[in-house]
T-cell receptor
Framework: QQQVKQSPQSLIVQKGGISIINCAYE??????FPWYQQFPGKGPALLIA?????SEKKEGRFTISFNKSAKQFSLHIMDSQPGDSATYFC????????FGAGTRLAVHP | EAQVTQNPRYLITVTGKKLTVTCSQN?????MSWYRQDPGLGLRQIYY???????DKGDVPEGYKVSRKEKRNFPLILESPSPNQTSLYFC??????????FGNGTRLTVT
């Protein structure tokens, strides 16, 4: 059973545009919501994370928006760059993390 | 350098031939886990370990074994590999309340 549903599966954005990836979770016991970035041939690496007592967190060009009542959270990448082209995974949980199926982002120059 | 090291990076084997994928971390993390990554399915947890000698099943444990005799090592064992275990495998570790650190993966092909 998939407890974290991620969309879209793939995304193409022009350089300088905004990339938006969404996730919905089912388990209300989750208390940690990370986004991981994965480049080909590499393991996923933490990009940004949020806890449910915060509605938004911004780090540079990356922002997480969290809607606890809707059980949804999203990743916004502002001024998207070709170097952002990667696969992004959302997750939920704490000691046992459950991940979404991933979004392949391509930023075209 | 703080890291999670998996070996081998690539492995091709035949059905039924036992294999072990090693995982080692140098960050003194108590928590370690194994994931498999398949297209369209994302990362699915196989087993995890909260500490030495403490292991527990994840979401897809069938056909896999693990052991945690030392804090730094967490090998993944396939006693009798089958083609449906062809996948990309990741080991990860972390401290409580901190994010997962992943290794660079092991691509396994079972023919």
């Amino acid at each position: 059973q998939q407890q974290v549903k991620q969309s879209p599966q793939s995304l193409i954005v022009q350089k300088g545009g905004i990339s938006i990836i969404n996730c919905a979770y089912e388990n209300t016991a989750f208390d940690y919501f990370p986004w991981y970035q994965q480049f080909p041939g590499k393991g996923p690496a933490l990009l940004i994370a949020i806890r449910p007592d915060v509605s938004e967190k911004k780090e540079g060009r990356f922002t997480i928006s969290f809607n606890k009542s809707a059980k949804q959270f999203s990743l916004h990448i502002m001024d998207s760059q070709p170097g952002d082209s990667a696969t992004y995974f959302c997750g939920g949980g704490y000691n046992k993390l459950i991940f979404g199926a991933g979004t392949r982002l391509a930023v075209h120059p | 350098e703080a890291q999670v090291t998996q070996n081998p990076r690539y492995l091709i084997t035949v059905t039924g031939k036992k294999l072990t994928v090693t995982c080692s971390q140098n960050m003194n993390h108590e928590y370690m886990s194994w994931y498999r990554q398949d297209p369209g399915l994302g990362l699915r947890q196989i087993y995890y370990s909260m500490n030495v000698e403490v292991t527990d099943k994840g979401d897809v444990p069938e056909g896999y074994k693990v052991s945690r005799k030392e804090k730094r090592n967490f090998p993944l064992i396939l006693e009798s590999p089958s083609p449906n275990q062809t996948s990309l495998y990741f080991c990860a570790s972390k401290l409580p309340g901190s994010p997962l650190h992943f290794g660079n993966g092991t691509r396994l092909t079972v023919t």
